[in-house]
């Protein structure tokens, strides 16, 4: 049985924008010496790392996002890809080399390659 009469759902909340004039008179406030980010945001009901970030856009050490687009929106026009010619060499190696450090001293070991499963079982049982 129920006994809530009506059971509200939680609802979304919803991003809030603000113009371009508000954030600068917001900005225009925080410039004033002796004056607190902290207070002018409580004073305008806004986070004070929003503020933050407007005051350092304005200032120039963040770029500005383009209004009305999502951040998605201004990252697709990022090629996802870039290809990267390499000048790859292609050497034939006929030998597997391994070179293990411990301390001062070194060991390295050359094998051949098509007996590389040999080199990995010697390999694993030396490193234990």
């Not at 391994?98 to 051949?112: A, K, L, T």
Request: hydrophobic letters at 40%; aromatic letters at 6%.
């Amino acid at each position: 049985m129920n006994t809530i009469e009506q059971e509200a759902l939680p609802t979304r909340r919803r991003r809030r924008r603000y113009t371009e004039e508000f954030k600068a008179r917001v900005v225009a406030a925080c410039q004033v010496t002796g004056v607190s980010v902290a207070a002018v945001s409580m004073e305008h009901r806004l986070n004070a790392n929003l503020l933050r970030r407007w005051l350092d856009q304005a200032e120039g050490r963040l770029p500005k996002r383009l209004s009305g687009r999502p951040a998605e929106a201004e990252s697709a026009r990022l090629p996802a890809f870039v290809p990267v010619a390499v000048g790859a060499k292609e050497v034939a190696s006929t030998e597997i080399r391994v070179e293990v450090r411990r301390g001062n001293q070194s060991i390295m070991v050359s094998w051949p390659i098509s007996e590389a499963a040999q080199c990995a079982t010697w390999l694993r049982e030396w490193l234990r």
